[in-house]
Protein backbone atom coordinates (compact mmCIF):
# COMPACT_ATOMS: atom_id res chain seq x y z
CA UNK A 1 0.00 0.00 0.00
CA UNK A 2 1.60 3.49 -1.13
CA UNK A 3 0.42 6.73 0.24
CA UNK A 4 0.81 9.64 -2.79
CA UNK A 5 1.56 13.01 -2.16
CA UNK A 6 0.34 15.05 -4.39
CA UNK A 7 -0.24 18.80 -2.85
CA UNK A 8 -4.01 19.06 -2.45
CA UNK A 9 -4.80 15.76 -4.41
CA UNK A 10 -3.36 12.78 -1.77
CA UNK A 11 -4.32 9.15 -2.05
CA UNK A 12 -3.87 5.64 -1.19
CA UNK A 13 -2.86 3.34 -3.60
CA UNK A 14 -3.37 -0.38 -3.41
CA UNK A 15 -1.82 -2.81 -5.58
CA UNK A 16 -2.77 -5.61 -4.28
CA UNK A 17 -6.44 -4.63 -4.64
CA UNK A 18 -5.86 -3.01 -7.82
CA UNK A 19 -7.48 0.67 -6.19
CA UNK A 20 -6.73 4.12 -5.37
CA UNK A 21 -8.73 6.80 -3.91
CA UNK A 22 -9.95 8.14 -6.84
CA UNK A 23 -11.94 5.27 -8.21
CA UNK A 24 -10.21 6.19 -11.58
CA UNK A 25 -7.92 2.95 -11.26
CA UNK A 26 -11.40 0.40 -10.35
CA UNK A 27 -13.23 1.98 -13.06
CA UNK A 28 -11.28 2.24 -16.07
CA UNK A 29 -9.24 -1.06 -14.79
CA UNK A 30 -6.26 1.29 -15.94
CA UNK A 31 -3.50 2.38 -13.94
CA UNK A 32 -3.99 6.06 -13.04
CA UNK A 33 -1.02 8.51 -12.61
CA UNK A 34 -0.37 8.10 -8.89
CA UNK A 35 -1.11 4.62 -9.53
CA UNK A 36 1.62 4.63 -12.44
CA UNK A 37 3.94 6.16 -9.62
CA UNK A 38 3.60 3.77 -7.21
CA UNK A 39 4.04 0.60 -9.97
CA UNK A 40 7.29 2.10 -10.78
CA UNK A 41 8.05 2.38 -7.23
CA UNK A 42 7.40 -1.19 -6.59
CA UNK A 43 9.47 -1.68 -9.46
CA UNK A 44 7.09 -3.38 -11.00
CA UNK A 45 5.53 -3.88 -15.14
CA UNK A 46 2.47 -1.28 -15.85
CA UNK A 47 1.19 -3.46 -18.02
CA UNK A 48 0.77 -6.18 -15.78
CA UNK A 49 -1.84 -3.99 -13.71
CA UNK A 50 -4.32 -3.20 -17.00
CA UNK A 51 -7.18 -5.24 -17.54
CA UNK A 52 -6.78 -7.77 -19.94
CA UNK A 53 -9.78 -6.30 -22.26
CA UNK A 54 -6.79 -3.64 -23.68
CA UNK A 55 -4.24 -6.74 -24.73
CA UNK A 56 -4.25 -6.81 -28.34
CA UNK A 57 -5.04 -10.48 -27.89
CA UNK A 58 -8.41 -10.01 -26.20
CA UNK A 59 -9.20 -7.49 -29.11
CA UNK A 60 -8.01 -10.04 -31.60
CA UNK A 61 -10.17 -12.83 -30.21
CA UNK A 62 -13.65 -10.66 -30.00
CA UNK A 63 -13.16 -10.21 -34.06
CA UNK A 64 -11.96 -14.01 -34.56
CA UNK A 65 -15.75 -15.26 -35.35
CA UNK A 66 -17.84 -15.03 -38.04
CA UNK A 67 -19.72 -11.12 -38.11
CA UNK A 68 -22.78 -11.59 -40.47
CA UNK A 69 -23.65 -8.03 -42.41
CA UNK A 70 -27.01 -6.96 -41.73
CA UNK A 71 -29.16 -7.12 -44.90
CA UNK A 72 -30.80 -4.10 -46.28
CA UNK A 73 -32.94 -2.36 -44.47
CA UNK A 74 -36.25 -2.83 -46.70
CA UNK A 75 -35.57 -6.72 -46.07
CA UNK A 76 -36.00 -5.99 -42.18
CA UNK A 77 -38.77 -7.78 -40.66
CA UNK A 78 -39.92 -5.30 -38.02
CA UNK A 79 -42.97 -6.16 -35.75
CA UNK A 80 -45.91 -3.53 -35.42
CA UNK A 81 -45.43 -3.25 -31.94
CA UNK A 82 -41.81 -1.87 -32.15
CA UNK A 83 -42.78 0.00 -35.55
CA UNK A 84 -45.89 1.85 -34.09
CA UNK A 85 -43.78 2.84 -31.06
CA UNK A 86 -42.85 6.93 -31.70
CA UNK A 87 -39.70 7.86 -30.17
CA UNK A 88 -39.46 11.70 -29.29
CA UNK A 89 -36.30 13.99 -28.93
CA UNK A 90 -35.57 14.35 -24.89
CA UNK A 91 -37.12 18.19 -23.98
CA UNK A 92 -33.47 19.73 -23.15
CA UNK A 93 -33.66 23.30 -23.23
CA UNK A 94 -30.35 24.52 -24.53
CA UNK A 95 -28.45 27.32 -22.23
CA UNK A 96 -28.01 30.91 -24.53
CA UNK A 97 -24.32 32.08 -24.88
CA UNK A 98 -21.21 30.76 -26.15
CA UNK A 99 -20.29 27.33 -24.61
CA UNK A 100 -17.08 27.21 -22.58
CA UNK A 101 -14.22 25.92 -24.14
CA UNK A 102 -12.46 24.90 -20.74
CA UNK A 103 -14.00 23.92 -17.14
CA UNK A 104 -13.53 26.02 -14.49
CA UNK A 105 -11.53 24.32 -11.69
CA UNK A 106 -13.02 23.97 -8.13
CA UNK A 107 -11.39 25.24 -5.68
CA UNK A 108 -8.00 23.94 -4.72
CA UNK A 109 -7.66 21.70 -7.27
CA UNK A 110 -4.43 22.26 -9.45
CA UNK A 111 -3.12 19.89 -12.23
CA UNK A 112 -1.82 16.67 -11.45
CA UNK A 113 2.22 16.18 -12.28
CA UNK A 114 2.66 13.10 -11.18
CA UNK A 115 3.58 11.38 -14.04
CA UNK A 116 6.50 13.88 -13.84
CA UNK A 117 7.37 12.99 -10.71
CA UNK A 118 11.06 11.84 -9.59
CA UNK A 119 11.06 12.82 -6.24
CA UNK A 120 10.69 9.39 -4.54
CA UNK A 121 11.04 8.63 -1.02
CA UNK A 122 12.81 5.22 -1.24
CA UNK A 123 13.17 5.12 3.10
CA UNK A 124 8.71 4.71 3.39
CA UNK A 125 5.97 3.83 1.46
CA UNK A 126 4.78 7.40 0.82
CA UNK A 127 5.13 9.09 -2.57
CA UNK A 128 5.86 12.87 -2.63
CA UNK A 129 5.00 14.33 -6.13
CA UNK A 130 5.91 17.52 -6.83
Known amino acids: MYIVLDGDKNGVVDLQERTYSCRRFQLEQLPCAHAMIAIRHSKRDVYNFCSEYYNSS ?3 ATYA ?14 PNEVRDV ?3 PLDIRSVSGRRRKFRIPSV ?8 LCENVCALSASIHCQ
Open 86 to 88: KVL
Open 108 to 115: GEKECTAL
Open 58 to 60: TWK
Open 65 to 78: GVVYPLPYQGDWVV
